[in-house]
T-cell receptor
Framework: DAKTTQPNSMESNEEEPVHLPCNHSTISGTDYIHWYRQLPSQGPEYVIH???SNVNNRMASLAIAEDRKSSTLILHRATLRDAAVYYC??????????FGQGTRLTINP | ETGVTQTPRHLVMGMTNKKSLKCEQH?????MYWYKQSAKKPLELMFVYSLEERVENNSVPSRFSPECPNSSHLFLHLHTLQPEDSALYLCASSQGSSISYEQYFGPGTRLTVT
């Protein structure tokens, strides 16, 4: 599975947008970009995924660079409940989710 | 609530005990997974079942034995564990085998081996 690089931590303020970056320069043409998050003391939670085009759902937006070597998860209006570790994952193999260290997001009131 | 339940939520067992972890999904999914999350380490995939057939075993020691009697239930049977097996064990399910499908995780079982 191709590798992703994310900042170890980020901080933002409540009700402001948050842009979480992910670099995946070795992505292959068939790799999907998945984002999950893990709140304290809980299992991971699916956020969003995409292949080539930008994607939106009720939780977030995913902006994928034209060359697909990077992507950005966008939380439009952060709340305290969005404080979590966010994982950017490439899935090219059959069913395998490979979690890295992720980005720990802190939201300030 | 994700539609994936796990029991028990917490388990303390001695190294000579035998116990089982249970996972149930209420989503009508066809694939189920066991993951291990140790302190300060990334999530590790242990086993994958698709349509009740084991399709992946990630070099997991034989003291961990999975069982998938039907598409809604998944068990992890534990015996003669070691203290380093203490971790959060997570179950997940997905709709199908395609890499485009997202996985839904249960809350996990916090296992402590004494």
């Amino acid at each position: 599975d191709a590798k992703t690089t994310q900042p170890n931590s980020m901080e933002s303020n409540e009700e402001e947008p948050v842009h979480l970056p992910c670099n995946h320069s070795t992505i292959s043409g068939t790799d999907y970009i998945h984002w999950y998050r893990q709140l304290p003391s809980q299992g991971p939670e699916y956020v969003i995924h995409g292949l080539t085009s930008n994607v939106n759902n009720r939780m977030a937006s995913l902006a994928i660079a034209e060359d697909r070597k990077s992507s950005t998860l966008i939380l439009h209006r952060a709340t305290l409940r969005d404080a979590a570790v966010y994982y950017c994952i490439l899935r090219g193999g059959w069913q395998k989710l490979v979690f890295g260290q992720g980005t720990r997001l802190t939201i300030n009131p | 609530e994700t539609g994936v339940t796990q029991t028990p939520r917490h388990l303390v067992m001695g190294m000579t005990n035998k116990k089982s972890l249970k996972c149930e999904q209420h989503l009508g999914h066809n694939a189920m997974y066991w993951y291990k999350q140790s302190a300060k380490k990334p999530l590790e995939l242990m086993f994958v079942y698709s349509l009740e057939e084991r399709v992946e075993n990630n070099s997991v020691p034989s003291r961990f034995s999975p069982e998938c009697p039907n598409s809604s239930h998944l068990f992890l049977h534990l015996h003669t564990l070691q203290p380093e097996d203490s971790a959060l064990y997570l179950c997940a399910s997905s709709q199908g085998s395609s890499i485009s499908y997202e996985q839904y995780f249960g809350p996990g079982t916090r296992l402590t081996v004494t």
